[in-house]
């Protein structure tokens, strides 16, 4: 079996789909700056693994480097090609991803996003590795409606974060101009990933203080914080708050083997695909379903709406089904329960 370059594999959505990718026989390689990550979870990952007697001897190759470092990078296709497992794809989690964030540092996500991904370019034309599965984002999107979001609607961000994933994704436009019999790249435009493993030996595990809501409704259940901060009361929605498309971290991760088989497969081409439910659900919503499952109470504050946000950002995600025969199994419910399952069986990782 080829091997697979996992760039933040140590994250959130990285460490699931390393998950898949091992059950399906890959050898992954996974290069990581443990910036808002640990290296943990892929030691509980391997254990786990190894507890189903999965034959995972050798198959992880562990990495800590930063994608803007060159050298980084290079080290790991040189590491492949010595012992012997060449790299035939990357799917490229690593990057900043906090919209608040991106506001107050616009800078070092530019640096981080978009020069860490041309670094990863550069390098993966050296080794003649074209084969690419970038992790975007609704943040891409004009919304100015309640329509669902098709990928050839108009994009254009308000925010820093969603302008540096709208660049890489034209990078990548212009990369398969350059050599179109070459490359086949897959942009996955996420919406809004959340849940955990059901068996609950992976999850959401920031080292920072986490500016996404479901860490942040976790974290007040199990009383790190008061209560949970509301950002609108007043959007033109159903019931005030903003409306999202919740999808399932493993229905996201299986969107990714899906688009990597379809790219191994097939002829070469760039796809730009949304991965969500197609499901809106306010914020309210989601903390009232969470407090309904898990029979648990979450406080919540409103406060003004935050800059850099939007009332409503639902996928259209008929075009990833129909092309990629993937479909999102989990409902609201399995997320928030799977969810809070994580937190419980890892209590102490509240540590921010």
Known sequence: MKSILVTGGAGFIGSH?????LKKGYDIFILDSFV??????????????EGENFDINEKINLIKGDIKNKDDIEKVFQLSFKIRKTIIAVIHFAGLKSVSDSILKPLTYWENNVYGTINLLNIMKKYKCKNIVFSSSAAVYQTKSK????ENDA???????GFTKLTIENILKDVIKSEPLEWRIACLRYFNPIGAHEFGFLGED?????????PQITKVAMGKYNNIQIFGSDWPTHDGTGVRDYIHVMDLAEGHLSALDYLLNDI?????????????TSVLELINTF?????ISVPYIFKGRRSGDNAFVVANNSLAKSVLNWEP????EDMCRDGWNWQLKNPMRFNN
């Open 17 to 21: 789909t390393c998950l898949l990718l």
């Open 36 to 49: 808002n990550s640990s290296e943990k979870l892929i030691q509980k990952l391997s254990s786990t693994l």
């Open 147 to 150: 329509k669902l979001l098709n």
């Open 155 to 161: 994009c254009n961000p308000i925010n820093p974060y």
């Open 206 to 214: 920031p080292t920072s203080k986490p500016t996404n809501i479901f």
């Open 268 to 280: 070469p081409q760039i796809l730009i695909l949304n991965l969500g439910t197609g499901l809106g």
């Open 291 to 295: 407090q309904k499952v898990n029979n």
């Open 329 to 332: 199994k989990r409902n609201l």
